[in-house]
T-cell receptor
Framework: DTEVTQTPKHLVMGMTNKKSLKCEQH?????MYWYKQKAKKPPELMFV???????INESVPSRFSPECPNSSLLNLHLHALQPEDSALYLC???????????FGPGTRLLVL | DQQVKQNSPSLSVQEGRISILNCDYT??????FLWYKKYPAEGPTFLIS?????DKNEDGRFTVFLNKSAKHLSLHIVPSQPGDSAVYFC???????????FGTGTLLAVQP
């Protein structure tokens, strides 16, 4: 089983809203990732958690706030986003950092 | 600086024929390479990988070849099927940061 689940599938929010994206995996993976993908572009890494600790932050603006409550869950809290933040947000996990990553289906975010 | 490049943005192949997708990289520290397939508005699906200690890995219709001296890898799909139509990303791991670096993607269209 290589399933990573993400909720919600779609999200529309205004620039003053606060929302959260959720990601879950039950493969016992100890590394989890957030990516952002714009149309016709490759996924861009945002954050890496390894053993529930933030190990990489790719200079992401503070309006994106990740959280790893436990080894199976990864959240991305969103606040005061801009229209240019509209994108597909992907979660991935791997056994360890540096190993094969398995992606979830993504959350399609639209910021109005 | 694009460390992983896919120079063909698109490729069209007849059903039943071979599809060959190419990828070049510049960082000799990369030691693990992967291919992902992506449908629109979905997360990337892991297809096949290869370690730098090998030059070929095969899984069903998919074969990945690695030429370390040329810093080049390729994905062969035989026989191609219409359901293979998608964007294919190569990715490389390793180096100092241990991050997954994606190429820009190649859109494969398999014509019935």
């Amino acid at each position: 089983d290589t399933e990573v689940t993400q909720t919600p599938k779609h999200l529309v929010m205004g620039m003053t809203n606060k929302k959260s994206l959720k990601c879950e995996q039950h493969m016992g993976h100890r590394a989890m990732y957030w990516y952002k993908q714009k149309a016709k572009k490759p996924p861009e890494l945002m954050f890496v958690y390894s053993y529930e600790k933030l190990s990489i932050n790719e200079s992401v603006p503070s309006r994106f706030s990740p959280e790893c409550p436990n080894s199976s869950l990864l959240n991305l809290h969103l606040h005061a986003l801009q229209p240019e933040d509209s994108a597909l947000y992907l979660c991935a996990s791997s056994q360890m950092n540096g190993e094969t990553q398995y992606f979830g289906p993504g959350t399609r975010l639209l910021v109005l | 600086d694009q460390q992983v490049k896919q120079n063909s943005p698109s490729l069209s192949v007849q059903e039943g024929r071979i599809s060959i997708l190419n990828c070049d990289y510049t960082n000799s520290m990369f030691d693990y390479f992967l291919w992902y397939k992506k449908y629109p508005a979905e997360g990337p699906t892991f297809l096949i990988s290869i370690s730098s200690i090998k030059d070929k890995n095969e899984d069903g219709r998919f074969t990945v070849f690695l030429n370390k001296s040329a810093k080049h890898l390729s994905l062969h799909i035989v026989p191609s099927q219409p359901g293979d139509s998608a964007v294919y990303f190569c990715a490389a791991n390793g180096g100092a940061t241990n991050k997954l670096i994606f190429g820009t993607g190649t859109l494969l269209a398999v014509q019935p």
